[in-house]
């Protein structure tokens, strides 16, 4: 085994995974503020409007998994570097996309860069970092994924305004270049078996097929009819596909995509993420229905609006270093449980909005999200990370960013269903398109009125999440774990 590495080089290494962590969630955020507008250029729907977070979210969602195996067989670093470039090129052609149809299928290509980047961010830095600071470091590393949260609405709102849509994708191209460059001179390799472990293809591709399929039914389920042709064919499909994919990882076992003894045996393991899965589901979707609801309905200005949403990350990014450093000495069970109740208070409060609620209580309910989840992230990832061997550490990284995005993916779905349930369809129309315009009046009372439903339901799934992350049991330290070292 390598030796670990020295002091100054795993703050480089934290340095580095720490700005490609902020590019993610960066994009993200940014898109949020700027659908409206960017709906309204490419004269999408409601409907299509859902699909530019949603196509990114996708891609990452199938991929992270098979990248982060993929990065414990070939090499951390050139994955790392790989996903940085695919990212770049797809902001470029997000940038130039003529039509609503280019935008979402850029947008794919964006994902799947990120999901090579976000894969392999945390097993980089869990790899660099002795137990009793992996959790500071991924703590400084949230914080990073925090910051490009707090970044993106009031830069995404003011790119908007002040040189057009298009320039919040074009602002990822010299960070990243920047980023690739730094990775290729400082991060650096370890010595790898001259044979290695033979990578698991088929289970790669049975998930990934399994996992499109369900995200797409869910997405497209309300509009086609749950008991349409084609939302059955999509349902059949993941159902066969999951289930291949299961069969095939227990042939395997410890050649599998995904050790299925990690889930059984790991109690931890398990329900740390799936209190990642409950998290990401009971908030992600907040600032998408937000920004209509604060721009159509109050009609707050695109900068405002983005200030608002900069509450929640710009708290979440203050709390993340602290609670990591907290879970270090005290575990993750108690700050990760009373950070997911906190952020089910927080949906609680915001399920009581109406027309003419005041921004001040808007940014109160998000302060209290905020803390929530600056709560429960790097505590809860701390645990993940810390609960594996050294050679799974890929593997363990994909598993939570993989919880991560479906959960984000399956909140989009939940609320925009809820919403619909409850305003007519014309007038989510109208709404996502600004053919309404702001104020436009009583009619909006079905927006508000479903906004609150998906608010109300989220928290109880928030509520579910505190209950699994009670249930995750003692803290695990696996041996030898500190001795991994490199990439």
């Not at 050649?255 to 908030?283: H, K, P, V």
């Not at 921004?359 to 609960?387: E, R």
Request: net charge neutral; aromatic share 8%.
């Amino acid at each position: 085994m390598a030796v670990m590495m020295q002091r100054r080089e795993r703050w480089i290494v934290l340095l580095i995974t720490s700005v490609g962590a902020m590019m993610g969630p960066l994009d993200s955020t940014i898109v949020s503020v700027t659908l409206p507008t960017i709906s309204s250029d490419l004269e999408m729907d409601y409907a299509a409007s859902i699909w530019i977070p949603t196509s990114y979210l996708l891609a990452v969602a199938s991929l992270l998994l098979t990248m982060g195996r993929l990065s414990d067989l070939r090499g951390r670093k050139i994955i790392f570097e790989l996903g940085f470039a695919v990212f770049i090129i797809g902001s470029f052609l997000c940038s130039v996309s003529a039509t609503g149809g280019q935008m979402i299928a850029f947008r794919f290509l964006q994902g799947t860069g990120a999901a090579m980047m976000m894969s392999t961010s945390p097993a980089i830095i869990t790899a660099a970092f002795p137990p009793h600071e992996r959790g500071k470091a991924l703590g400084i590393n949230a914080m990073s994924v925090y910051i490009g949260l707090s970044l993106g609405p009031p830069l995404g709102g003011f790119l908007t305004a002040s040189f057009g849509w298009p320039s919040i994708f074009l602002v990822n191209v010299p960070i990243g270049l920047i980023v690739i460059a730094l990775s290729i001179l400082m991060l650096k390799e370890p010595s790898r078996s001259a044979r290695p472990r033979p990578f698991d293809l088929a289970g790669a591709l049975t998930f990934a097929v399994g996992l499109s399929a369900l995200l797409t039914a869910l997405t497209l389920g309300e509009g086609m009819g749950w008991t349409s042709p084609g939302s059955i064919a999509l349902l059949t499909v993941a159902a066969l596909s999951l289930a291949a994919f299961l069969f095939i990882e227990h042939r395997k076992a410890r050649e599998a995509m995904l050790d299925l003894e990690l889930l059984t045996g790991n109690r931890l393991f398990a329900m740390a993420n799936m209190s990642a899965l409950l998290n990401y589901t009971s908030y992600f979707g907040v600032s998408f229905l937000l920004s209509f609801y604060m721009q159509r309905v109050l009609g707050l200005s695109l900068y405002l609006t983005g200030m608002v949403l900069l509450s929640m990350p710009l708290v979440m990014s203050i709390l993340s270093p602290a609670m990591g450093w907290a879970s270090d000495r005290i575990g993750s069970r108690v700050l990760a449980s009373g950070g997911m109740l906190l952020i089910s208070a927080g949906l609680l409060l915001l399920g009581t909005v109406d027309g003419s609620t005041s921004v001040h209580n808007l940014v109160l309910y998000l302060v209290i999200m905020g803390i929530g989840m600056g709560m429960f992230s790097s505590p809860n990832t701390s645990a993940v990370m810390g609960c594996v061997t050294g050679d799974q550490l890929g593997v363990a990284s994909g598993t939570l960013s993989t919880m991560r995005v479906v959960g984000q993916s399956l909140s989009l779905v939940i609320m925009g269903a809820l919403v619909a349930t409850v305003a007519s369809t014309t007038l989510l129309t109208e709404l996502f398109s600004g053919s309404l315009g702001a104020g436009a009046p009583s009619d909006v009372e079905g927006f508000v009125d479903g906004m609150r439903l998906a608010f109300t339901v989220s928290a109880g799934i928030a509520f579910a999440g505190a209950i699994t992350s009670l249930a995750r049991g003692k803290v695990i330290r696996c041996e030898g774990l500190e001795d991994q070292a490199g990439l």
